[in-house]
C-alpha cells in the first residue's frame, strides 16, 4: 500500500531538514511539499506544490495522504505585524491541519514551541496555545506534537536575537539542573519527526524539550 506524507512550510529550517530525511527513509513512497515559493527536489519521490495558503481549499486533491507534517511558522517582523503573523502561526496551518482530518489523514506531527500557552503573556507562545488547542479536537487517529526551546540551525533569514542566544544559551544550560533547556538543532528536530512517523501509535502526544533530542 502507498504510503503518502505531506509537508506544510518545507522551505524552513525544520521542513528542510524533514524533506531531505523522509526522502533517504523508506517509510513513505511519495513526499508532497506545500510551499509558498519554489523548493528543489531532495529526490525524484518528492513532489512540490506551490500553494497560496490563503485559498487552500483549492489544493484540497492534495491531501490525500497519510500523515502531514506541519512545520509552518513565522516571526512577527518577517510578517509584517502580529496579525499578518498570526494569521501563518493559526491560521493557515489549522486550516491545513482541517484540509487533512477531513481527506483521512491519520497521523498528524506539528512543530510548536516550548512554553505554549494559550493564556500566555506572550503573543508568541498565545499563538502556538491557541493552535494545540484547536489542533487536539480534531478527528486525527494520532496527534504528535513538539515542543522545541531555541532552534539551531542555518536559516534564510537573519535573527539576531536568535543568534545571541545560540551563543549564550548552550553555555547557560550547563548549569546544574538546566540541561534540559538547552537550545536544539533544527535537523534533530526533524530527526524525531521522521522517527514519530516510523512507530504504531494512537492519541495525542506532547514530546517536550528533553525529550525530542535523539541522542
Known amino acids: ?24 527513509e523508506e517509510t513513505f513512497d511519495e513526499i508532497l511539499t506545500l510551499t509558498r515559493r519554489p523548493q528543489a527536489a531532495a529526490s525524484t519521490k518528492v513532489h512540490n506544490h506551490i500553494v497560496n495558503f490563503d485559498r487552500l481549499e483549492e ?8 500523515t502531514l507534517f506541519s512545520c509552518l511558522g513565522t516571526t512577527r517582523k518577517q510578517a509584517g505585524s502580529l496579525a499578518a503573523q498570526y494569521r501563518v502561526d ?9 484540509m487533512a482530518a477531513e481527506a483521512g489523514v491519520s497521523h498528524y506531527l506539528l512543530v510548536s514551541s516550548s512554553g505554549a500557552n494559550s493564556k500566555s503573556a506572550s503573543a508568541y507562545l498565545r499563538m502556538k496555545g491557541e493552535l ?13 506534537i513538539l515542543q522545541p526551546s531555541l532552534l539551531l540551525g542555518n ?27 538547552r537550545p536544539i538543532e533544527g535537523r534533530e528536530v526533524a530527526a524525531k519527526m521522521v522517527r514519530l512517523s516510523q ?15 535523539t541522542s
Open 1 to 24: 500500500m502507498t504510503q503518502k506524507a505531506i509537508i506544510v512550510g518545507a522551505t524552513g529550517l525544520i521542513g528542510a531538514h524533514l524533506t531531505e530525511q523522509l526522502a533517504g
Open 59 to 66: 489544493a484540497a486533491p492534495l491531501f490525500q495522504a497519510n
Open 90 to 98: 493559526v491560521e493557515y496551518q489549522y486550516k491545513a491541519a482541517q
Open 132 to 144: 494545540e488547542e484547536k489542533i487536539k479536537k480534531l478527528p486525527f487517529e494520532r496527534i504528535s
Open 155 to 181: 536559516r534564510g533569514d537573519a535573527r539576531p536575537g536568535e543568534q545571541i542566544g545560540a551563543i549564550l544559551l548552550p553555555l547557560i544550560c550547563k548549569l546544574p539542573g538546566l540541561k534540559r533547556y
Open 199 to 213: 512507530q504504531e501509535q494512537t492519541g495525542i502526544e506532547t514530546l517536550r524539550l528533553d525529550q525530542l533530542f
